[in-house]
């Protein structure tokens, strides 16, 4: 949307350009566009009076990273969707080390966006997700639906751990979804212990329904 009215440089991570390339090859207006740039924590980008940097943080796709842009003023810091999570993987896990030392540094503004940041109420960590994910996997006798937000690679990946220990099979649908895992898979930000685990709907009928999983797929999990 945004560049079809401008043409601007596109900065990302390795996923997220992988994954932007994507969804611009299918737009008319922007298909043959190709200024994409990969940047990591470790990046800095001088734009002529603001330094752009870059931290880890937690969030539902791996490598996730927030703002630093440096201006003569004092520092603006844009923390992108993010929660806290001690248990968190490493390529999930946000610097906090890196959030003290811009801190230290001083701020001038901060910019933050954590979805229902105003509940009082302390969210289950990952690693308690995944837990109750597979044991409730593990307790169901016959065919499971999940739905689950077709970019979020830490579910997804949650689904393929505990669909290999309860010896079940995954059928992938919805939006984008086959893109994005299959891109996630050869970038080596999503793993299947088995490269058997995932089968094609066409395929569905030759495996019973106790040895399945349909894992359904939307823009916001909608099934």
């Known amino acids: 949307y945004l560049l079809a009215e401008a043409k601007v440089p596109v900065f990302g ?10 969804f611009v090859k299918g737009n008319d207006a922007v298909k043959k566009f190709n200024d994409f740039h990969v940047i990591d924590e470790n990046t800095e980008i001088d734009f002529g009076g603001t330094v752009v940097s870059f931290f880890p943080t937690t969030y539902s796709v791996p490598e996730s990273l927030g703002i630093v842009l440096k201006t003569s003023e004092g520092s603006i810091v844009y923390t992108g969707d993010f929660k806290f999570d001690q248990t968190a993987s490493e390529s999930y896990a946000t610097d906090f080390a890196r959030l003290a ?3 230290r540094d001083g701020v ?4 933050s966006d954590s ?3 105003d509940s009082k109420i302390q969210v289950a960590s990952e690693s308690e997700v995944r837990d109750e994910i597979t044991q409730t996997i593990a307790d169901w006798e016959g065919r499971i639906i999940v739905a689950a937000v077709s970019s979020n690679l830490s579910r997804i990946q949650q689904i393929f ?5 309860t010896g079940r099979r995954i059928v992938l649908t919805g939006f984008d979804i ?6 996630a898979i050869r970038l080596k930000k999503l793993s299947l212990a088995n490269e058997i685990l995932l089968i094609k709907p066409k395929d569905m009928s030759r495996v019973e329904d106790h040895e399945l999983i349909i894992l359904e797929t939307g823009r916001m999990g909608e099934p």
Not at 108 to 111: D, I, Q, T
Not at 161 to 165: F, I, Q
Request: hydrophobic share 50%; aromatic share 0%; proline share 0%.
């Open 178 to 183: 086959e893109n994005i895992v299959r891109t």
């Open 108 to 111: 001038l503004a901060l910019l």
């Open 13 to 22: 991570s390795e996923l997220t350009i992988e994954l932007a390339k994507l």
């Open 101 to 103: 030392e811009i801190g």
């Open 161 to 165: 751990d505990a669909a290999d220990k």
């Open 115 to 117: 979805a229902n940041a």
